[in-house]
């Protein structure tokens, strides 16, 4: 609803809406009506010069941040992995300091926006390495290269975390920040080369990050992030190989006390993904070769 006010401020009968996008039907592919509420986004976004009321200015802002959170964390795969899943990341979803123009910023996001922004570029460079095998240590040491520069903010997020003070308030935010760095981390070390589940040193490495971000959970789904928290979730879950590990993150997301269908439904996709007997179904890359094989389209919300 708040796209059709927005569209009606405007009073432009050239602007058409696709009404399953703002009634909230999902009876299709949740990823055909944000491909169709992205062209709405962008004009509204070009014209938003014409808001000139304070009320108008930070619903558009607010809409804006609720679109581009619905973006980033449905992209839980490499891009472009499944035409049908498939979001374009324009460019302010990898800057969204932006939003603050509109007076409303950080009603989604709750300070942890520069954190999303790394999803679309991880994403990107994932997405040309579906080609590459896991060879263990025969591992071609240039693709290192390839993460560098994430890895060097990856880890500057870490010290951020690290370096919060230990109110309440800031403990849960700094908790949350190392939950989804290790999420990040996750994604960058799984997908570039695709992780193999035979791959036995590149997965004792990542084991310790694992664990810390499993022991971060229980306090993560308790806290005020616990509804922004679905991406990192879903990446850590896709990566376990430790049966006590992967009960504890489908408990956590069949009975979510916000009793949310689509978190148990990730649920569901994640102990499809470690039932395969396939190799490869192991990290984000595997996510996508199972929704593939499956003919899924699971959607965050």
Sequence with gaps: MSLLTLNRAFDDPNILLEPLVISGNLGGSPFSHLRAGRHLIL?????SNRFTLTGERKLLGFVSEVYSYIVLSNSITPSDMDCNRTVVHDPFLRSLDDLREFGAFGVMFNGVHKLFELIPHLSRLARNQGSQLSMGDNLDQNIYGTYHQPMIRIDYLGTLAREQPETKMLSAHSTFLDFFRIALLAFLETTIPPISRNDSMRLHHLQPYLDLALSHLPRVVLSTYSCISMWPIMVIGSCLVKDEQRELITNILSNNHYLMRNTAQG??????????????????????LLMQKRGLNYGVI
């Design 43 to 47: 004009h509204l976004r070009r014209n």
């Design 267 to 288: 649920s569901d996709l994640l102990r499809l993904l470690w039932n395969d007997p396939d190799e490869y179904f192991i990290g984000p890359h595997g996510l996508g």
